[in-house]
């Protein structure tokens, strides 16, 4: 089973993620997929990005963490500097969409 943390904008505080990330464990997740808080990105704190998923994967342990961009909000630049930072704080992979942004799904070309 998969569970998702920070759902579905990614804004709620690292701690919170941190604990919805034990609990899923607890409750039998193999898998977490969190979504990112993108205004962190946008206000430039890439450490606080990094940080933020940084957090989930420790929480997660030896269990995989998928990142959830909303690529639909993001320019392509951003899209490689979270890729980037996803791959630093240790992420197993990253995926497109929640399928919820109010600026739609992922596009075609990141899909």
């Given at each position: 089973?998969i ?38 990105l ?45 791959r ?6 990253v ?10 799904g992922?596009?075609?070309a990141?899909?």
């Amino acid at each position: 089973p998969i569970a998702v943390v920070g759902f579905p904008s990614g804004e709620v505080p690292t701690e919170v993620k941190v604990s919805e990330t034990h609990q899923a464990i607890a409750d039998g997740a193999r898998e977490i997929d969190m979504v990112l808080k993108r205004s962190l990105l946008f206000s430039g704190d890439e450490a606080g990005v990094e940080l933020d998923i940084a957090e989930v994967v420790k929480a997660a342990g030896k269990t995989p963490v998928k990142v959830i961009l909303e690529t639909a909000e993001l320019t392509n630049d951003q899209k490689r500097t979270c890729c980037s930072i996803a791959r630093r704080a240790g992420a197993s992979f990253v995926k497109t969409s929640t399928g919820f942004s109010a600026a739609g799904g992922a596009p075609a070309a990141d899909v």
